[in-house]
């Protein structure tokens, strides 16, 4: 029940195109739910996060869909570029902890 | 400002000896947290300090391995007797966190690289 699904374990797109990463939980006491990018020798760095009472948020080229009822949620990267190309982990918290649940991750790349 | 930083960045032990992991959070942060990540994984929750103190350890995968925060500043994490299966990125994360609910950013340092032979 703590778990966060994520999916797919790695995408290859085109510079332009739309990747989009998928997350899904079970424990509706999760509360806050944050993507990480991470680059390979780095620790993850925060991207933009959405809590549940928001269906939508965007800052930038990164796009957050949130879907409460069907306790899923995904990551758009609009016009993505050969820069993109990293791990890109969801995660979410429970009420009132702290400690960060992630997913097992998305290799992304984006060739030119 | 200086982000986390963690030292040593490659730390390759052999089975059975002990190691300290250090990090340094962000000047002022008062949370920390330790996190796991195995090759190809997320990271997994280690241990979080709110302060000195140890706030949630619920992480920490046996009596092996301890962390402290003496001072509120400064963290080690310490595992004894280290195993092949311990082998993996220790990441150390800092939040300005103080009270309430609201989950404040984690930045991350980029982690201490274990090798247990």
């Known amino acids: 029940q703590q778990q966060v699904k994520q999916s797919p374990q790695s995408l290859i797109v085109q510079k332009g195109g739309i990747p989009i990463i998928n997350c899904a939980y079970e424990n509706t006491a999760f509360d806050y739910f944050p993507w990480y990018q991470q680059f390979p020798g780095k620790g993850p760095a925060l991207l933009i996060a959405i809590r549940p009472d928001v269906s939508e948020k965007k800052e930038g080229r990164f796009t957050i869909s949130f879907n409460k009822s069907a306790k899923q949620f995904s990551l758009h990267i609009m016009d993505s570029q050969p820069g993109d190309s990293a791990t890109y982990f969801c995660?979410?918290?429970?009420?009132?902890?702290?400690?960060?649940?992630f997913g097992t991750g998305t290799r992304l790349q984006v060739f030119p | 400002g200086a982000g986390v930083s963690q030292t040593p960045s490659n730390k390759v032990t052999e089975k059975g000896k002990y190691v300290e992991l250090r990090c340094d959070p962000i000047s002022g942060h008062t949370a920390l947290y330790w996190y796991r990540q195995s090759l190809g994984q997320g990271p997994e929750f280690l241990i979080y300090f709110q302060g000195t103190g140890a706030a949630d350890d619920s992480g920490l995968p046996n009596d092996r391995f301890f962390a402290v925060r003496p001072e509120g500043s400064v963290s080690t994490l310490k595992i004894q007797r280290t195993e092949r299966g311990d082998s993996a990125v220790y990441l150390c994360a800092s939040s300005s966190r103080t009270s309430g609910r609201d989950a404040d950013t984690q930045y991350f340092g980029p982690g201490t690289r274990l090798t247990v032979l």
């Open positions: 995660a979410a918290t429970l009420y009132n902890t702290d400690k960060l649940i």
